[in-house]
């Protein structure tokens, strides 16, 4: 069992081999994807809204997503480890977010960060990528900025904007990112960023031509208590087990079944 690290992930995009991704913040969640073959596994900070029950991502502290990943990598023996960089903990310079990253690593387990934004991201994404930290990074929806975007909207649409979207994420790679997460963006939007990049896209409400998927694991099993949105799906549905409903997530978005397009967003 080889574990699966950036390389691997870029050869599968060149291979054409979608990529797949849930979130995890437990030891017994993280364990239970990785034998049932999830190839990177994020602790988002979604958990502030799954785990802590707030009403945004915003409220995580570092220290959160520290315990929440140093459980998830006793749990994960070949997936790719990927932990949420919180709001506050990168924005105010590229040092503030090397001193963060590196406690996310060191004591945390990552071996990937992802932080949200576009080109005033590129220098600390350099920044960090230069000092040996490999990069995810997040555009589209990115709910740290919920307040800004006036709620959890679809990005994206108009032709300034999603230009915009579009010339963001080749600078991001040019800056040494080593993945992509696209969050409710046109399916159009998100195909067109896909072809354009060396580096994989992970979509989230991106559609299906992305080069892998992530999903929020309380919405992808039925398990949060607030609606969920309509980029997801329930996989208990069908399944008699959480392994199963894991599985079939694998399945779905290996031979692209998953997203389909009631799960997509168009242009218009
Ligand atoms: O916080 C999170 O879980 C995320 C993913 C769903 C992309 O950012």
């Not at 006793?74 to 040092?95: C, E, H, K, N, W």
């Not at 994420?169 to 060396?198: F, H, M, N, R, Y």
């Not at 799906?233 to 997530?249: C, L, P, Q, T």
């Amino acid at each position: 069992m080889k574990p699966v690290t950036t390389f691997t992930l870029r050869e599968m995009k060149r291979q054409g081999e979608k990529i797949t991704c849930l979130t995890a913040y437990d030891y017994s969640f993280a364990s239970l994807l990785d034998h049932a073959g999830i190839d990177m596994v994020m602790i988002g900070d979604s958990l502030g809204m799954v785990m802590q029950g707030h009403d945004s991502t915003l409220p995580v502290s570092v220290a959160d997503m520290v315990y929440h990943s140093r459980c998830v990598a006793r749990g994960v023996r070949r997936a790719l480890i990927i932990a949420d960089m919180p709001f506050m903990s990168y924005q105010q310079s590229p040092s503030h977010a090397f001193a963060s990253a590196g406690r996310l690593m060191q004591k945390g387990g990552a071996q990937v960060v992802k932080l949200e934004g576009g080109e005033p991201m590129a220098e600390t994404v350099q920044f960090l990528v230069d000092r040996g930290i490999p990069v995810c990074a997040h555009l589209g929806l990115t709910p740290q900025s919920v307040h800004q975007l006036g709620g959890y909207r679809v990005q994206g649409r108009e032709t300034t904007t999603a230009e915009r979207i579009q010339r963001d994420a080749k600078l991001l790679q040019q800056a040494g990112a080593s993945l992509l997460v696209l969050e409710a963006v046109p399916t159009e939007l998100a195909k067109a960023i896909t072809s354009d990049l060396e580096i994989p896209t992970i979509g989230i409400g991106a559609g299906p031509n992305c080069d892998g998927q992530v999903l929020v694991l309380q919405d992808m099993l039925g398990v949060y208590p607030r609606p969920s949105p309509k980029f997801s799906r329930n996989f208990m549905e069908g399944a008699n087990s959480i392994e199963a409903a894991v599985r079939a997530y694998i399945e779905a978005v290996k031979t692209g079944k998953f997203p389909a397009p009631e799960h997509s967003f168009s242009s218009s």
